[in-house]
């Protein structure tokens, strides 16, 4: 995932690690390029999504490629999931979604548990500032999830 923080008028480009920190952790809208390689022991599988998140409330995802799911868009208010499929011309809406949250792709979703973790933290190497939550999960590979922002470029990947 790419995200750029750069600002605009008052810079976060001069600002402490510590300031970069709580920038993120107070997100409440971004515009991000994530580009996701999906690898099984059969194959490997590369991914392009536009995602966005407005006032913290709807986000919105966009496939790029695969060329044959590209334009698939997947929009949820807080309440309501909606795909819509623009080559196919279909839209379905799924009406009281609550599971859009744990999608482990959305840095909302990051930063939601990262808050509420009592095993998050945040360190910082040479380039990078690293912020890492651990999750009380059942599930041993979603357990870690780590945010990497370049202190150079202000970007997270």
Same mark, same amino acid.
């Given at each position: 995932?790419?995200?750029?923080?750069?600002?605009?008028?008052?810079?976060?480009?001069?600002?402490?690690?510590?300031?970069?920190?709580? @920038?993120?952790?107070?997100?409440?809208? @971004?515009?991000?390029?994530?580009?996701?390689?999906?690898?099984?022991?059969?194959?490997?599988?590369?991914?392009?999504?536009?995602?966005?998140?407005?006032?913290?409330?709807?986000?919105?995802?966009?496939?790029?490629?695969?060329?044959?799911?590209?334009?698939?868009? =997947?929009?949820?208010?807080? =309440?309501?999931?909606?795909?819509?499929?623009?080559?196919?011309?279909? =839209?379905? =809406?799924?009406?009281? @979604?609550? @599971?859009?949250?744990?999608?482990?792709?959305?840095?909302?979703?990051?930063?939601?548990?990262?808050?509420?973790?009592?095993?998050?933290?945040?360190?910082?190497?040479?380039?990078?500032?690293?912020?890492?939550?651990?999750?009380?999960?059942?599930?041993?590979?979603?357990?870690?999830?780590?945010?990497?922002?370049?202190?150079?470029?202000?970007?997270?990947?």
């Amino acid at each position: 995932m790419l995200i750029n923080f750069l600002k605009t008028g008052n810079t976060i480009i001069n600002k402490s690690e510590e300031d970069i920190i709580e @920038y993120v952790l107070n997100i409440n809208s @971004y515009k991000a390029k994530l580009e996701i390689e999906v690898e099984t022991n059969k194959n490997k599988n590369k991914y392009v999504v536009k995602q966005s998140l407005e006032n913290g409330n709807v986000s919105k995802q966009e496939v790029l490629e695969p060329s044959n799911i590209a334009g698939v868009i =997947t929009e949820y208010d807080g =309440t309501n999931l909606k795909i819509i499929n623009n080559t196919l011309n279909l =839209t379905t =809406t799924f009406e009281n @979604y609550s @599971y859009m949250v744990e999608n482990k792709l959305w840095l909302n979703s990051f930063i939601e548990d990262y808050k509420k973790s009592n095993n998050s933290k945040a360190t910082t190497k040479e380039n990078e500032i690293i912020l890492e939550v651990k999750k009380d999960e059942e599930n041993k590979y979603s357990i870690y999830r780590k945010l990497y922002i370049d202190k150079n470029t202000r970007k997270a990947y």
